[in-house]
């Protein structure tokens, strides 16, 4: 394929359309997988955290493997977003990779504050916010960074994920620390799988 | 310049084509490296090279190199000029297969469109540009 070849606009637009397929799945993210990634932490990991607290009265907290299962959970979705975003990335430079370090960046300073927070306040304040700090907490930060994400990228999805994360996050603050935990493994990794869903549909639309 | 049938002739070219729709996948402000789009195209460093010095002569690629010996990388991108150029090829593309669905014709030899990728009354729309679906972690 050294020389211009004659090609008919049938065949134009084959190459094209197939070219675009490879291109998309080989340089982009693939957002849907991520998001069914976080979807699932939320949803079975603090629907985990729910069904051990559920029945305790009073509130004495969740149960360590429930608690084990979360951090597991998020040590995979961690490892199978990096995977995914390091095979989309490579040879890639430019404006993206500094939005997603800044993106990293600001989750990882969020958290780390928010930890330390909850460290301060712990033996100062009730359960209930302690409870809100610790589990509303992650999912109003995630709300936050996909707000700021949309911001960098123009990405709409991720824009309307982030307001309902931050509305779900926020309205926890007049929940019980049972309620907590139902509203963000629901409310929350469903709203993940939902926009998975979405993105999927939107992207099998594109084609 | 346009061909007679409006296509730039730049762009129309099969490895070409698959160069420049494959850069409008990446973002405004992003490059990818000569390596791994020599790698998703499947071709040999020299045609590759070939082409994209046909798409810089033009305007629509920048490629940059950085860097010396093991750390050197030649990165690629598609200016703004590319992008436009780009666009109005869809267009231009659009509409000779929009008239030839409406003629019930093929508006240019030769080939015959394979009639389970393309369908002439719905041709494909531009390259979906990587800020569009950027995903998040």
Known sequence: MLEDQDMSVQEAAAIVQDARARARKELVISAPLVYTAWGLVWLLGYGAMWLSVRAQNPYTGPSGVSIAAVFVLAAFAVAAVLVIAHRAAAGIDGQSVRHRRIILATWAIGYLILLLVQAAISSSVSTRTLAFAGFAGPLLLAGLTYILASALGRNRPASALGAWLVIVGASCAWLAPAAILATCALAGGGAFLLIAVIETRLRAHAR | ?137
Do not use: C, W
């Open chain 2, 1 to 137: 310049m346009p061909a007679e049938n409006g296509l730039d002739p730049i762009i129309h070219a099969p490895v070409r084509l698959r160069v420049v729709v494959t850069l409008a996948t990446l973002r405004d402000g992003d490059d990818l490296s000569f390596t791994r789009l020599q790698e998703l195209l499947g071709l040999t460093p020299g045609n590759l090279i070939t082409h994209l010095r046909k798409l810089e002569d033009a305007g629509y690629v920048t490629t940059v190199k950085s860097g010396s010996g093991v750390n050197a990388r030649t990165s690629v991108s598609l200016s703004r000029p590319g992008r436009q150029a780009l666009d109005n090829y869809m267009s231009v593309l659009r509409q000779l297969l929009d008239s030839a669905s409406a003629n019930g014709t093929s508006p240019h030899q030769p080939g015959p469109a394979n009639p389970d990728r393309i369908s002439p009354g719905q041709p494909p729309g531009p390259p979906v540009r990587r800020s569009d679906d950027e995903a998040v972690f």
